[in-house]
């Protein structure tokens, strides 16, 4: 049963902080990996930061140093912490789950290979 629903998005100044949180079921949670991904709008959709199943991270080089995933497999919750928030972070924030259980060298592309939660929007203010 796939189910990924995030949660902590909203409002912060720039500078402020911000966590999300994505609650996944057992079966997305044991996918290859899983990651967060933002739109804005008018512009496509990019990859925030990815997490595999084995706990290797990758994050976009627009976020190093001030985002970091991570996940708590005992809560099949996967997180972000957003530091720093600047207001070209605004965006609509989503979780997505691989649909494999192994890695082919893409993460979400085209992006009907991951399932995807609802989206957490989070507006930062300058």
């Known amino acids: 049963q796939v189910q990924l629903v995030e949660s902590g998005g909203g409002s912060v100044q720039a500078g402020g902080s911000l966590r999300l949180s994505c609650a996944a079921s057992?079966?997305?949670?044991?996918?290859?990996?899983m990651g967060w991904f933002r739109q804005a709008p008018g512009r496509e959709r990019e990859r925030v930061a990815v997490?595999?199943?084995?706990?290797?991270?990758s994050h976009a080089d627009s976020v190093k140093g001030r985002f970091t995933i991570s996940k708590d497999n005992a809560k099949n919750t996967l997180y972000l912490q957003m530091s720093s928030l600047k207001p070209d972070d605004s965006a609509m924030y989503y979780c997505?789950?691989?649909?494999?259980?192994?890695?082919?060298?893409?993460?979400?592309?085209?992006?009907?290979?991951?399932?995807w939660g609802q989206g957490t929007q989070v507006t930062v203010s300058s």
């Open positions: 997505a789950a691989s649909r494999q259980t192994y890695l082919n060298g893409r993460y979400c592309s085209p992006p009907d290979d991951c399932y």
């Open positions: 997490i595999h199943n084995y706990g290797i991270t």
């Open positions: 057992a079966y997305t949670f044991s996918r290859s990996y």
